[in-house]
């Protein structure tokens, strides 16, 4: 399996994502990875891994490019003046299929924007939508797309997003009727505003659907297992994925410093141990990160802008799990029959 790599544009810089990028083709020894960036600058960190990763950097190919996009580079602009950036040539390795998947903790607004440019949407789809697996109760987890992509959307662009977010449940997680429900402010039919509304008019007014369509869902009911996807505009869905990723780091500290407060307290930290790391590694963002650009003809994860090499390696475990799912296509194929 071999992925395009676009490491430039995140907080930590090329240092964190190529520690990240040798851990994933450590573990995984058929994997290949082409990491798109400055040359100089990637053979300098990849001469820095600690050495157990280091015999990995001949799988870590490098195509040197000097251009990056900046964070606060407009889509307008990419568009316009980004083909000599890493993260455009990334896209176009996807494109040119010299590799099966893309992903970049770059500029979201400029990865969408050229995203669609490169790769372009699956037919019937009009947009890209962000979307990422939350965990929930009873070990599920429930998918909540748009996360940034489209701040603003129209209804019939809710419904699209409903049927790709039901389709990703049924071929990655094999939810044969997958539960969906719209994200508002109450369930009640006069709430929430007019897009919110007509799309929830839209979806009970369609003659069949191959999911289950549960009307308003409220934030607490993302975590409660009871849905499998949520759909909402990208503003709403990045504010309850950011205050997600901060309540768990919260309720993950807070148990840990109950347990050392008092003597009685660190007894039981000790005793209870290997069920507290068991929770961490649950509630802790870093193994979520990476999210899925979906619509397109081709397979690219948005990785978190401020991620440390553990959480680039997840996203890259994402994509490789996209590729395996050959996800577009089976996308495709679902949205097909009812779109």
């Known amino acids: 399996m071999r992925l395009a790599i676009d490491v430039m544009g995140g907080d930590e810089g090329p240092r964190a994502l190529i520690e990240g990028a040798a851990r994933a083709v450590t573990d995984f020894p058929g994997l290949e990875l082409i990491l798109f960036g400055p040359r100089q600058q990637i053979e300098a960190e990849r001469l820095r891994l600690p050495r157990p990763l280091a015999a990995a950097t001949s799988r870590l190919a490098i195509h040197d490019v000097s251009q990056s996009v900046t964070t606060d580079a407009t889509a307008g602009w990419v568009l316009r003046h980004g083909q000599s950036t890493s993260m455009a040539q990334m896209l176009r390795c996807v494109a040119l299929g010299n590799a099966q998947a893309g992903v970049s903790v770059g500029n979201t607004a400029a990865l969408v924007a050229l995203a669609r440019r490169e790769l372009g949407m699956l037919s019937g789809m009009s947009r890209p939508a962000i979307s990422t697996a939350i965990p929930a109760r009873f070990g599920r987890r429930c998918y909540l797309l748009d996360l940034g992509a489209n701040v603003d959307s129209p209804a019939s662009r809710l419904v699209e997003f409903a049927m790709m977010g039901a389709a990703m449940a049924q071929q990655v997680d094999g939810i044969q009727q997958p539960r969906v429900a719209l994200l508002n402010v109450g369930a009640e039919s006069t709430k929430g505003s007019a897009s919110v509304r007509e799309a929830d008019s839209l979806l009970r007014a369609a ?13 607490g009911d993302i975590f409660q297992g009871n849905l499998d996807v949520i759909v909402c505009d990208g503003f709403a869905g990045n504010a309850v ?6 309540l768990s780091g919260m309720l993950v500290e807070r148990v840990q410093l109950a347990f050392a407060s008092r003597l009685r307290g660190r007894l039981a930290s ?19 990160n990476g999210a899925s650009l ?7 994860v948005k990785s978190h802008g401020g991620t440390h090499a553990d ?17 577009p296509e089976r996308l495709a194929e679902r949205y097909s029959i009812y779109g």
């Open 241 to 246: 994925l950011k205050a997600s990723e901060g």
């Open 270 to 288: 000790w005793i209870a141990k290997p069920v507290l790391k068991h929770l961490k590694q649950e509630l802790d963002p870093v193994r979520y």
């Open 311 to 327: 959480g680039f390696y997840f996203a890259i475990r994402r994509a490789m799990r996209e590729v395996e799912h050959n996800l």
């Open 294 to 300: 979906l619509g397109l003809q081709g397979i690219v």
């Open 207 to 219: 003659s069949s659907l191959p999911f289950a369509y549960h009307g308003y869902a409220e934030g």
